[in-house]
């Protein structure tokens, strides 16, 4: 019997109607748009601004679209990842209630924190659900309202992100196709240098968190640019390497979309083609845990089956690391 493993079958994705272009933050931050196009790559990001709307009703949409555009019945999903860094609200699981809304009443369901890496590592954890042999339909959903914790007066930030949503749907494969390798990391010494201070168990809030406004993602630029363009482009060639993958043999680089020059770096370091490169930063700016299936949702139907497609991905914490997967399909 051939070897299982996993491999995304359908995708889907979702980001919302309203645009905040550069053009509009200089008139809430003293920025510029070639500022923030220079240093970026961002030209605009998509933001959900009903307040009764959380990071589940992306997800949702999301989901939909995949279950819409494959024809999938919600009864025949066994489990729902929701990779995110925004949850709806502590403690409930966002995922359980993804699952209910979208009909998927048979499967279990929880969250995963990995900040921007959340979706790679969500990989891994459906890709392992799936090669035990225990379940066949595995629904992986990167989503976050980023908007939600954003303090639009700090210009380092506020520029940054966006709110979106990506699903992608893994199931067996008995061709050699789907997930191959995995080089996954995490440094636990970052993670002041990204985080929201307040709100946690550590801090828990107070009128003097909210007062001194920590309950608002903060980061320290330079430190964690330096750090992503670092290991982002080490992992990927590691990847490469011990694969025994050449940069013709590489069909896609699907790199995590925080920063157009940290993208350019890891592709120059695996000496990957700019035309093999997936770019959407300047679009929806940097969505999280969304950014890796709003690329593959964006660029579905350039792809081909049997592509070699090397994942890239950097976040808070630290965490990052790099997935080879062979895609098995023709859209």
């Avoid at 933050?25 to 933001?47: A, C, F, H, Y």
Wanted: with cysteine; proline share 2%.
């Amino acid at each position: 019997m051939s070897k299982t493993t996993a491999a995304i079958t359908s995708i889907g994705g979702y980001v919302p109607e309203f645009v905040l272009t550069n053009k509009m933050l200089e008139q809430m931050v003293d920025t510029n748009d070639e500022w923030i196009s220079t240093r970026t790559g961002i030209k605009e990001r998509r933001i959900l601004k009903d307040a009764d709307k959380g990071t589940s009703y992306l997800a949702i949409k999301a989901a939909e679209d995949l279950i819409q555009k494959s024809n999938l019945n919600p009864l025949e999903i066994d489990m729902v990842l929701v990779a995110t860094a925004t949850p709806d609200m502590m403690v409930a699981s966002t995922a359980a209630f993804v699952a209910t809304e979208i009909g998927a009443t048979n499967a279990f369901a929880y969250d995963l924190q990995a900040a921007c890496s959340g979706f790679l590592y969500g990989m891994s954890t459906a890709a392992a659900y799936i090669e035990s042999g225990r379940y066949k339909k595995v629904l992986l959903i990167g989503a976050d309202k980023m908007s939600s914790i954003l303090d639009y007066t700090d210009r380092t930030t506020c520029i940054i992100f966006g709110d979106g949503a990506g699903a992608a749907l893994f199931e067996p494969n008995y061709e050699g196709l789907g997930l191959q390798d995995e080089y996954l990391r995490s440094d636990g010494t970052g993670r002041n240098f990204l985080k929201i201070e307040a709100g946690g168990s550590l801090f828990p809030p107070t009128s003097d968190t909210v007062k001194d406004r920590k309950h608002y993602i903060t980061q320290e630029g330079k430190t964690v640019f330096k750090f992503a363009v670092s290991n982002m482009s080490d992992v990927s060639s590691k990847i490469m390497e011990r694969n025994n993958l050449s940069a013709d043999d590489v069909d896609w680089l699907v790199a995590h979309q925080a920063n157009k020059r940290i993208i350019d770096a890891t592709a120059q370091r695996m000496k990957v083609d700019d035309s093999k490169v997936l770019v959407n930063i300047h679009r929806y700016g940097n969505t999280t845990s969304a950014t890796l299936p709003l690329l593959l949702n964006d660029f579905e139907a350039q792809f081909k089956k049997g592509d070699n497609l090397i994942f890239a991905s950097f976040g808070g914490g630290f965490t990052w690391g790099s997935i080879y997967l062979k895609w098995a399909y023709n859209k």
